[in-house]
C-alpha cells in the first residue's frame, strides 16, 4: 500500500504541464524535469477560436 | 577538413533520435557537418550533395544505418563518432531525452520519462483538474498550482489521492518544497529536520524563510491549497500531509500554517495530533485563537515569523525563552523607529497603504494592524464592511493584496511583474495623506528576479515627488527569502536601502513598524 | 508509479495472421516491436498510443519493448510467457467509414488540420513543405540539403512527374524515411479522393506502389496497405474527423499522430494535405 511518506524517499522526478519558469527552477537546482508543450484537449468554439487566433495571429 | 565513415548493421532507429544525434554531432567544435541515416538510394545522393559520400557507403543497403562526419582533423571525427555511439547506446539501452521535442501530453511525457514521480500543473483552472485526475491515475503525485479548479473537482481528486497514498498540492498551491526541491514560487532552504504543511502559499514561504535564515532546516514543505481546510473539503490534504510527516524519519519536528480551518477541520487536526501525532507540533493559524492551537496540542505562534523561530528553537535545541527575549528587544527597536519616523511628517500625513503581492503576508500585516490602529480598508479586508469600493483608490489606511483577481486577470502575478505595485506606489505617493507605504518582498523560484532593480527606483521616485512638496514618505519593507535564493537577498536588502527604505526582518515587524508609526500620527481609527 | 498489470489484447488486425510461423525480431521500440513472419511478413506489436492497424496487435502495456518471446495460433497469443486468449481482443477494421463527405467540410477541415500541423510539428518533418517558416529548423549542412531535396521532388510530383516518387522513396531519417511517409499521404490523399468524388484513382495508386517500392519491409507494408484503402489507427481517424470538419475531433486525432516520438504521423500528415489539396484545386493531370 502506496504512501506519501514513499515520496521522500525516491528521486523526484516531475513532469511540468504550463508554466515554463516552473520548469527552469526544477533545472537549476539539477532535479530532473520534462516540460509538456499542453494544448487544452477536445473542446468547444472557445478553445477552438484560441488555437485559430493563435495560428493566425503568429 | 576530413570525411569519416562507419556503418552499423541491423540497428534501428526512430527518426527523431537519429536527427537529434546527428545535431549533437555537429554541435562539437571542429565539426562541420554529420548525418546518421539509413543507406537508401537517395539518402546516398544526399550525402554525395554534402560531400560525405564515402566509397566505403557506395554499396550499403537500405537496412544499413550510415554514419558520416565532415571534421577540421581524423582526432576531432573520432570524437564525434564516440559521441554518436554513446548517444545511440543510451538509447537502446531505453534512456530516453527529450531533446528538442517536446511531447505533447502527460502520456507523451511518461514514454521519456517512465519513473516520473511528480506533476506539476499550472494550466487554466478548467483544464487542470482532468489533468490532475490523469496524474493520479497513473500513479504520479501532484503540485496543482492552477486556481479556478471547481470545488467538486478538488474533492474528488484529494479523496483519490487520499485513497491510494498519493500527494494532491492544491489548487491555488503556489508554493511547496519536496526532497529539498522548490516547486513553483519557493525559496531555497537549508534542509533539515522540521516539516510545514501549510494552506498558505506566501505563508509557507515565510516560515521556511525564518527557519533557514535561524540555521535551521526544512525537511518537507507540503501545500494544501487554501480551501482546503474549509468546510467542504474537511482538511483532506492537511491531514494526509500531517501523517506523512509523522511518518517521514527526517522530520522531528511539524508546523501547521493556515489561516483559521473550519472548525469541523481543526478538531479533526486536533484529534489527528493527540491521538497519532508523537512529534512536536508548532501551529500559526492566522488570525485564531492560541488557546485553540493549545487544546488542539500544539505549540501556538502568534505570526509566521514566531511559528519559524519556534521550530528553528526546537530543532536547535534551544530554550524557547531565548526568542521570546529576542522578540522583545525587537519590540523596543520597532517603537524607538515609529517614534523617529512620525516626527518628519507634514502635517496631515497619518495613514497607511500596504501595497502587498503576497495574500498571507497582506492578511498577517491587517491582523497585526488591527490591533494597533483599528480596522483597515482593502480589496480582501478582515471585516467586509471596509471593503473598497474601488480596489484601486484607496481610503485612509488601505491594504491591498495586488495579487487578487481584479488586478492579475490577464497579466503576470505581481511577485514576478512589478509594473503594476510600481504604478500604485507613485499614486500613493501624491496622496497628501499617506505617511507609510508598507511593501512585501518576496524572493525565490517563480519571483522577479531582479527586484532591487525594479522596487529601488520607483521607491526613489516616489520620495522624491512627495519630498518636492515637503513631504517625507516612510518606506517600510519586509524580504520574504534566504541568502540562498538567486536572488541575493542581501544585495536587495541593501538597493532598498540605498533607495531609503526601512527594511525589517519580517513581515510581522514591518506591519508593526508601519502601524506605530500611524498611530503615533494620529491615524488610527 | 506504474503498477504490475496483466497484459491484455486490446485489438488484432485482419491481416495477422492465424499462425506465427517462424518469428524473427526486426526492431523494437518503446511503442512497437516490429517482427517478420516467415521471412517477408510484418506484423507489430504496438502500444495504444500507436494504435490499431491491419497487422497490428495491441496491447494494454505503456511500453512493449520487455517482449522477447512470440508465438501464436488461431486460439491463443503467448508473450515473454503470458497466454493471451486472442477471442478476447477486438478485430481492428481498418476501412474507412466516410459517408455523403461534403467537399467543402473536407477542405476546411483540412485547412484547420494543416494549421495545426505547422504548429505542432515535430522540428525536422516534412511540414516545413506547408510553412516555409520552417525551414530554419533545418540548420546542418546536411539537413539542408536533405530539404531542398524533399521539396523539389515533392514540387515535381505535385505537378505530375512520378518518376520523382522513386527520388523520395528512401529519402530521410527514420525507420520509415520521410520520403517513404509522404508518399504515403500521397497515396492516402487518392483514396479519400475516390471515396468523396467516386474518381477512380485505383491505377494512379498501383502505378506509385510500383515506383515506391522499396527493401524497407516497414515503409512497404504501409504503403501497400494504403494502397489498398486499408488505414491504421491514428491516421483513419485523423481523416475521419477532417472529413467531418469537427474541429474537436481533428485537435484530438492530431494530437494523438504527433504525440509519438517520430517525424511519421506529420509527415503523412503532410502528404496528405499536399495531395489532397492537389486533387480538390483541379490537378486531375495524373488520372
Known amino acids: 500500500m502506496r504512501k506519501i511518506s514513499d515520496l521522500f524517499k525516491q528521486e523526484l522526478k516531475v513532469i511540468n504541464i504550463g508554466l515554463l519558469s516552473f520548469k527552469e527552477s526544477l533545472d537549476d537546482v539539477g532535479v530532473k524535469v520534462i516540460q509538456v508543450d499542453w494544448r487544452p484537449p477536445a473542446g468547444g468554439d472557445e478553445e477552438v477560436m484560441d488555437a485559430l487566433k493563435k495560428l493566425l495571429g503568429k | ?348 500625513q497619518k495613514f497607511v497603504r500596504g501595497l502587498y503581492t503576497g495574500g498571507t503576508l497582506c492578511d498577517e500585516a491587517m491582523l497585526l494592524s488591527r490591533k494597533i490602529i483599528g480596522e483597515v480598508y482593502g480589496n480582501a479586508p478582515l471585516n467586509p464592511e471596509f471593503k473598497l469600493k474601488d480596489s484601486w483608490i484607496s481610503q485612509e489606511n488601505t491594504f491591498v493584496d495586488l495579487g487578487e483577481d481584479e488586478f492579475t486577470v490577464g497579466r503576470p502575478h505581481p511577485m514576478i511583474d512589478f509594473t503594476l505595485r510600481n504604478k500604485k506606489i507613485l499614486e500613493e505617493a501624491k496622496d497628501p495623506s499617506v505617511a507609510v507605504i508598507l511593501l512585501d518582498v518576496v524572493l525565490g523560484y517563480g519571483s522577479n528576479m531582479t527586484p532591487g532593480d525594479e522596487l529601488a527606483p520607483a521607491i526613489k521616485e516616489a520620495r522624491e515627488i512627495a519630498k518636492k512638496d515637503g513631504r517625507n514618505i516612510t518606506f517600510v519593507c519586509s524580504i520574504t527569502g534566504t541568502d540562498k535564493d538567486p536572488q541575493d537577498r542581501k544585495k536587495v536588502k541593501k538597493q532598498l536601502e540605498d533607495a531609503g527604505a526601512i527594511v525589517m526582518p519580517s513581515n510581522a515587524a514591518a506591519a508593526k513598524l508601519a502601524s506605530y508609526i500611524v498611530k503615533n500620527l494620529g491615524g488610527a481609527r | 508509479m506504474q503498477t504490475r498489470t496483466r497484459l491484455k489484447l486490446v485489438s488484432v488486425g485482419p491481416d495477422v495472421s492465424v499462425e506465427s510461423g517462424s518469428v524473427s525480431f526486426h526492431s523494437k521500440f518503446s511503442n512497437a516491436v516490429n517482427l517478420i513472419l516467415d521471412g517477408n511478413n510484418l506484423v507489430s506489436i504496438v502500444t495504444n498510443k500507436v494504435g490499431g492497424g491491419p497487422n497490428n496487435i495491441v496491447l494494454n502495456a505503456q511500453d512493449v519493448s520487455f517482449i522477447n518471446v512470440v508465438k501464436w495460433n488461431e486460439s491463443y497469443f503467448m508473450i515473454n510467457g503470458e497466454v493471451l486468449l486472442r477471442n478476447t481482443a477486438k478485430v481492428y477494421n481498418p476501412l474507412l467509414s466516410l459517408h455523403d463527405v461534403r467537399i467543402s467540410d473536407f477542405l476546411t477541415g483540412l485547412n484547420f488540420f494543416e494549421r495545426l500541423l505547422i504548429k505542432n510539428a515535430p522540428p525536422l518533418s516534412a511540414a516545413f513543405l506547408l510553412d516555409d517558416r520552417r525551414k530554419n529548423f533545418f540548420i546542418t549542412p546536411f539537413e539542408k540539403n536533405l530539404r531542398i531535396s524533399i521539396r523539389n521532388s515533392v514540387d515535381r510530383f505535385l505537378e505530375g512527374d512520378l518518376s520523382a516518387i522513386s527520388k523520395l522513396k528512401g529519402l530521410g531519417f527514420g525507420l520509415t524515411p520521410q520520403g517513404d511517409d509522404l508518399i504515403d499521404g500521397f497515396v492516402s490523399a487518392l483514396v479519400v479522393y475516390e471515396f468523396i468524388t467516386k474518381v477512380n484513382t485505383y491505377l494512379l495508386r498501383n502505378k506509385i506502389y510500383s515506383a515506391a517500392e522499396t527493401s524497407n519491409l516497414i515503409s512497404n507494408t504501409f504503403l501497400r496497405y494504403a494502397v489498398k484503402g486499408m488505414f491504421y489507427q491514428r491516421v483513419k481517424e485523423l481523416i475521419e474527423a477532417v472529413a467531418l470538419n469537427d474541429k474537436g475531433k481533428i485537435i484530438n486525432s492530431t494530437e494523438k499522430l504527433l504525440n509519438i516520438g517520430e517525424t511519421s504521423g506529420s509527415d503523412i500528415g503532410a502528404g496528405f494535405v499536399l495531395m489532397s489539396r492537389k486533387l480538390f484545386e483541379g490537378g486531375i493531370k495524373w488520372l
Open chain 2, 1 to 348: 577538413m576530413v570525411v569519416k565513415g562507419i556503418i552499423k548493421k541491423g540497428e534501428y532507429y526512430d527518426s527523431v533520435t537519429l536527427m537529434l544525434v546527428a545535431r549533437d554531432a555537429t554541435k562539437l567544435d571542429g565539426v562541420e557537418d554529420a548525418a546518421v541515416v539509413m543507406g537508401t538510394g537517395q539518402n546516398k545522393s544526399i550525402l554525395e550533395t554534402s560531400g560525405m559520400l564515402l566509397d566505403m557507403f557506395k554499396d550499403a543497403t537500405d537496412s544499413d544505418l550510415l554514419i558520416a562526419v565532415k571534421a577540421k582533423d581524423e582526432r576531432t571525427a573520432e570524437e564525434a563518432f564516440a559521441k554518436i555511439d554513446e548517444m545511440l547506446k543510451a538509447k537502446r539501452a531505453k534512456t530516453q531525452e527529450a531533446g528538442e521535442y517536446m511531447p505533447k501530453s502527460l502520456e507523451g511525457a511518461l514514454e521519456f520519462m517512465p519513473d516520473a514521480n511528480m506533476v506539476i500543473i499550472s494550466v487554466a483552472g478548467k483544464y487542470a483538474g482532468d489533468e490532475a485526475m490523469k496524474a493520479l491515475e497513473h500513479g504520479l503525485h501532484v503540485m496543482l498550482f492552477s486556481d479556478n479548479v471547481p470545488l467538486e473537482k478538488e474533492i474528488e481528486l484529494k479523496k483519490y489521492a487520499r485513497d491510494n497514498g498519493l500527494l494532491v498540492m492544491g489548487p491555488d498551491c503556489g508554493t511547496a518544497i519536496i526532497n529539498g526541491a522548490p516547486l513553483c514560487f519557493a525559496n531555497v532552504v537549508n534542509r533539515g529536520k522540521i516539516g510545514i504543511v501549510a494552506a498558505s502559499g506566501t505563508g509557507l514561504q515565510e516560515v521556511s524563510s525564518v527557519i533557514t535564515n535561524e540555521g535551521a532546516g526544512i525537511s518537507q514543505a507540503i501545500g494544501t491549497g487554501g480551501r482546503d481546510v474549509k468546510k467542504d473539503v474537511g482538511g483532506i490534504m492537511f491531514i494526509e500531509g500531517m501523517k506523512a510527516l509523522e511518518e517521514d524519519p527526517e522530520t522531528n519536528y511539524i508546523v501547521l500554517v493556515s489561516k483559521p480551518p473550519h472548525p469541523e477541520v481543526l478538531e479533526k487536526v486536533a484529534n489527528l495530533i493527540k491521538s497519532e501525532i508523537k512529534k512536536p507540533v508548532v501551529g500559526i493559524f492566522l488570525g485564531g485563537d492560541p488557546d485553540v492551537v493549545k487544546s488542539a496540542g500544539a505549540i501556538p505562534a502568534s505570526t509566521l515569523e514566531e511559528a519559524g523561530l519556534i521550530a528553528a528553537s526546537l530543532a536547535k535545541g534551544k530554550s524557547l525563552d531565548d526568542f521570546k527575549k529576542l522578540l522583545e528587544e525587537r519590540e523596543k527597536e520597532i517603537l524607538e523607529i515609529a517614534d523617529r519616523e512620525s516626527k518628519n511628517k507634514k502635517d496631515g
